[in-house]
């Protein structure tokens, strides 16, 4: 499944037209496909392109044929890994002044629990961290798993936003494309060593 941003006119509930935001979601059925159609987003239309990490239970339409909530957390199947999204951002404390920084803390992490090491991928200024498994688990254990790593980086104090590491409905960035968050210079999207 593939999420991109979006921004439309609508009302509010006084009447009153407003900006409002959203994602547009996509389902493909192959992997392959889906990266296909997010590099193609990303370098034709110039979309900030994500991908949801849970598999789905099921795709529902609407009258309109637009997939209806198919991100939702009961609408969630199994998963195949676990993650960390750490930011990086120069004016919170919850987040590191730089990316080699954030690199720093991640390798002094996983030494200190030695784990295996991860997948890390440069969302454009901050990590995403992939740890993957074998076999996919399903959503309930995996959240209770989830909610458990989430506790270790906690106490490890690693600055790791903690609404992702246990959301099974997470969408992050997809590789080889750009980060275009408004404000801020474009970045590109990339798979990086650990």
């Known amino acids: 499944l593939l999420s991109m941003p ?10 009153e037209r407003v900006e409002k935001h959203g994602h547009k979601q996509y389902a493909f059925d192959t ?4 990266y296909e159609a997010a590099i193609f987003a990303c370098n034709d239309s110039g979309d900030d392109v994500f991908y ?3 598999a789905l239970k099921e ?4 009258p309109k044929g637009k997939l209806d909530g198919p991100r939702k957390v009961a609408n969630i199947r199994e998963l195949r890994a676990f993650w960390l999204d750490i930011d990086v951002k120069a004016d919170d404390t919850k987040a590191y002044l730089s990316q080699r920084e954030a690199f720093i803390a991640l ?3 996983v030494k200190q629990h030695a784990l295996p090491a991860p997948y890390v ?13 074998t076999e996919s688990i399903p959503s309930e254990k995996w959240v209770h ?7 270790i980086t906690e106490d490890a104090g690693l600055k790791a936003d903690p609404s992702r590491t246990a959301d099974r409905a997470s969408i992050l960035r997809v590789p080889d494309t750009q980060n275009r968050k408004p404000r801020r ?3 590109p999207v990339e798979v990086k060593v650990l």
């Open 59 to 62: 795709l529902k339409y609407t």
């Open 52 to 54: 949801a990490l849970g």
């Open 31 to 34: 992997v392959q496909a889906a």
């Open 121 to 133: 991928v440069s969302s454009g200024v901050g990590l995403h961290v992939y740890w993957p498994l």
């Open 185 to 187: 210079a474009v970045t």
């Open 145 to 151: 798993y989830a909610e458990l790593f989430k506790r």
């Open 6 to 15: 979006t921004t439309w006119w609508g009302t509010n509930e006084n009447g």
């Open 107 to 109: 390798r002094g992490f």
